[in-house]
């Protein structure tokens, strides 16, 4: 679990799984797109740091964060070994907020119980635009990173299972 002093970016590389020959999905919200392409940037830049090869990562875009339940469902039909559901919903005057972060998160999950490809929720869910700065590539890191490195041993946990 990330914290106030935790940078999400920092890892042991030598605790990674190599991960060439696995083949990752990632599906990115358009919406927040500043915020998003931040999070894809950091989950594709430790992939290939840790040995995937850039044909095997297959990049979707979907319109907004509830629309990556869909994405990844259709992604995780796909030759892929892991999906990354790349998005970022931030708190505004109305309770949209509430009802977006409940459906994806357990959107989500029900694609990780019914199916046998590993999706990792990579969405921000933050108060306020500066949050999601300092965790897509700011002072807390980039959560897009943590993501890539949880695909990677999802991936080899699937394999070897």
């Excluded at 990330?2 to 083949?23: C, M, Q, V």
């Excluded at 430790?46 to 095997?56: I, P, S, T």
Aim: proline share 2%; glycine share 10%; charged share 25%.
């Amino acid at each position: 679990m990330a914290t106030a002093n935790k940078n999400l970016s920092e890892y042991d590389k030598n605790t990674i799984p190599n991960a060439k020959g696995f083949r990752f999905g990632i599906v990115v919200s358009e919406w927040n797109d500043t915020i998003t392409e931040g999070l894809f940037e950091g989950a594709y830049q430790a992939l290939v740091e840790n040995g995937v090869d850039d044909e095997d990562i297959i990049r979707w875009d979907v319109p907004g964060s509830f629309e990556l339940i869909y994405g990844s469902k259709k992604m995780q039909e796909q030759f892929v070994d892991a999906v990354i559901a790349i998005g970022s919903v931030i708190q505004g005057e109305t309770k949209h907020f509430d009802f977006v972060c409940e459906g994806v998160t357990q959107g989500i999950k029900d694609l990780n119980v019914l199916n046998d490809v590993p999706v990792i929720f990579c969405v921000l869910t933050d108060n306020n635009i500066q949050q999601s700065i300092e965790r897509s590539g700011g002072k807390h890191g980039n959560k897009g990173t943590e993501a890539a490195i949880a695909a990677i041993k999802m991936a080899e946990l699937r394999k070897n299972s």
